[in-house]
C-alpha cells in the first residue's frame, strides 16, 4: 500500500504530461512544423513577359489563395464538427500568417456552408465567426469572392442575398485590385449566366470596363474618356470560384486531385465549371495571365491557350479534403511564380492519435501491474 502510495502520482503525473504533449502537438505544434516547409515561390527570369518592360524598383507582391472555408451552419453542423474543423482552419491560416506573412489573401467562396439558407441575425453570426478565424494584420489585404453556398446558385440568389453578402464581407460582384502595378481581377462566377438578370447584366458591363481601363493602360484602345487611370499595364490574375469550363477532371494529375472514382465524373456547365461560353468570353476579354478558382474541392491544373495557368484548388477545410492545400504565388508586373502549400494531412493527425493513446495507456497498465517480490533464506553460521 506504501508502495502504491508513492508511484501513483508519479504515473499520474508522467500520464497527464503524455497526454498534454501528444494534444500539443497534434493541436498545435504539427503546423508549424508541416507549414514552415512551404516557401513563396523564386521568379524565373526566363518567364519574363517580353512585350513589358521590367523595371528595376519592382519589388514582388506576395499572395495567398485559399478557397471553400464552408463554415458550418445550424443545420448541417454537429458541435464537434464545427469545433474541429474550424479549430483546424484557424490554426493553419493563422500559422501561415505568422510564419510567411503575405501581402495578399484571397478566399475564393463558399466561405459559409449555409449562407444561402441563413437568416440575417444567423449571417450575421457567420460573418463575426468569419473574421476571429481569419483574422490578418492591419498591413495585409483580405479579399473575397461569393461562391454558391454562400448565396445560392444562379437560379436561387435574390436581390437580398447578394446585397448581404457584399454588405457583410465587402466584396462586390466584380471588382480590380491592383498592388504595385499587380491587377487582380474578382468575379462573382454565379454572376456570369449571360441572360441579363439583375446580377448578370451589371457584371458584363463591369468586366468590359475593366477590360477597357487595361487596354487603355496598354494604349491599345483609342476611347479612352472615362478610362479609369492605370499607371501601368500588366497581364490581370482572374479570381473566381467555379473553374473554368472543363469537361471533367480526369486531365488532372495532382497530389491533391480528385479520387480516381470521381475524376471521370462530367461537369454540368454553370454548375461544377463556368459554361464553355463564359469561359471563352473572359479569356478574350481580359486575357489573364493566371487563373486561380475553387469549387471543385480538389486540386487541378489546366492551361488555356497556350500560356493561360489555371489552378483549381481544394477545399481549405479537412471536412471536405483529407489532403488540403493552399497555393502561394509572387508576382511582378512582368513575371510570376505560384506553389502548392501542403496543410496537415488529416489521417496523419488520426494515426498519430490511434498510436500515442494506446502507448499511454499501456504504460499505465505496466506501472501499475502488480509486482512480486522474491526473498532469500539466511544461512545460519
Known amino acids: 500500500m506504501i508502495y502504491f502510495g508513492t508511484l501513483f502520482p508519479r504515473i499520474f503525473l508522467t500520464l497527464a504530461l503524455g497526454l498534454v504533449f501528444v494534444l500539443f502537438f497534434c493541436e498545435y505544434l504539427i503546423y508549424y512544423i508541416v507549414l514552415i516547409q512551404c516557401e513563396w515561390p523564386t521568379l524565373d527570369p526566363r518567364k519574363e513577359d517580353p512585350a513589358l518592360h521590367?523595371?528595376?524598383?519592382?519589388?514582388?507582391?506576395t499572395a495567398m489563395f485559399i478557397a471553400d472555408t464552408h463554415l458550418l451552419g445550424s443545420r448541417e453542423g454537429h458541435w464537434f464538427d464545427k469545433l474541429r474543423r474550424e479549430w483546424q482552419m484557424y490554426r493553419t491560416f493563422q500559422t501561415m500568417m505568422t510564419l510567411h506573412q503575405p501581402d495578399m489573401i484571397f478566399i475564393l467562396g463558399d466561405i459559409f456552408d449555409e449562407g444561402q439558407w441563413c437568416?440575417?441575425?444567423?449571417?450575421e453570426y457567420y460573418i463575426k465567426r468569419f473574421h476571429s478565424l481569419f483574422y490578418v494584420p492591419k498591413d495585409t489585404h483580405l479579399y473575397v469572392v461569393a461562391g454558391n453556398h454562400d448565396m445560392g446558385f444562379h437560379y436561387a440568389i435574390t436581390?437580398?442575398?447578394?446585397?448581404?453578402?457584399?454588405?457583410?464581407?465587402?466584396s462586390p460582384s466584380v471588382r480590380r485590385l491592383s498592388l504595385r502595378d499587380n491587377h487582380f481581377v474578382l468575379i462573382n462566377s454565379m454572376a456570369l449566366e449571360g441572360d441579363g438578370c439583375f446580377l448578370c447584366r451589371p457584371t458584363e458591363i463591369t468586366v468590359n470596363k475593366i477590360a477597357k481601363d487595361l487596354k487603355c493602360a496598354r494604349r491599345l484602345n483609342d476611347d479612352c474618356r472615362n478610362a479609369s487611370t492605370i499607371s501601368r499595364y500588366s497581364?490581370?490574375?482572374?479570381?473566381?470560384?467555379?473553374?473554368?469550363?472543363?469537361e471533367s477532371d480526369e486531365i488532372?494529375?495532382?497530389?491533391?486531385?480528385?479520387?480516381d472514382e470521381l475524376k471521370a465524373i462530367k461537369?454540368?456547365?454553370?454548375?461544377?465549371?463556368?459554361?464553355?461560353?463564359?469561359?471563352?468570353q473572359l479569356l478574350d476579354i481580359l486575357n489573364p495571365r493566371l487563373i486561380v478558382a475553387g469549387h471543385t474541392h480538389h486540386g487541378c491544373r489546366k492551361i488555356h491557350r497556350d500560356d493561360i495557368l489555371e489552378f483549381t484548388i481544394p477545399s481549405f477545410s479537412w471536412r471536405n479534403k483529407n489532403n488540403p492545400s493552399l497555393l502561394m504565388g509572387t508576382f511582378t508586373p512582368t513575371n510570376y511564380s505560384?506553389?502548392?502549400?501542403?496543410?496537415?494531412?488529416?489521417?496523419?493527425?488520426?494515426i498519430i492519435y490511434k498510436i500515442s493513446l494506446p502507448c499511454i495507456v499501456i504504460y499505465l497498465l505496466v506501472k501499475l501491474r502488480p509486482r512480486r517480490h522474491t526473498y532469500s533464506r539466511l544461512k545460519m553460521p
Open 338 to 350: 505560384v506553389s502548392k502549400c501542403y496543410m496537415p494531412v488529416e489521417s496523419t493527425v488520426i
Open 235 to 246: 497581364r490581370p490574375i482572374l479570381l473566381q470560384h467555379y473553374p473554368m469550363y472543363r
Open 159 to 170: 436581390p437580398y442575398r447578394n446585397q448581404r453578402f457584399i454588405n457583410g464581407l465587402k
Open 119 to 123: 437568416g440575417s441575425m444567423e449571417f
Open 54 to 61: 521590367r523595371e528595376v524598383t519592382d519589388r514582388p507582391v
Open 267 to 280: 461537369f454540368r456547365e454553370r454548375w461544377e465549371c463556368l459554361s464553355k461560353e463564359a469561359s471563352e
Open 252 to 259: 488532372c494529375n495532382e497530389l491533391d486531385q480528385a479520387p
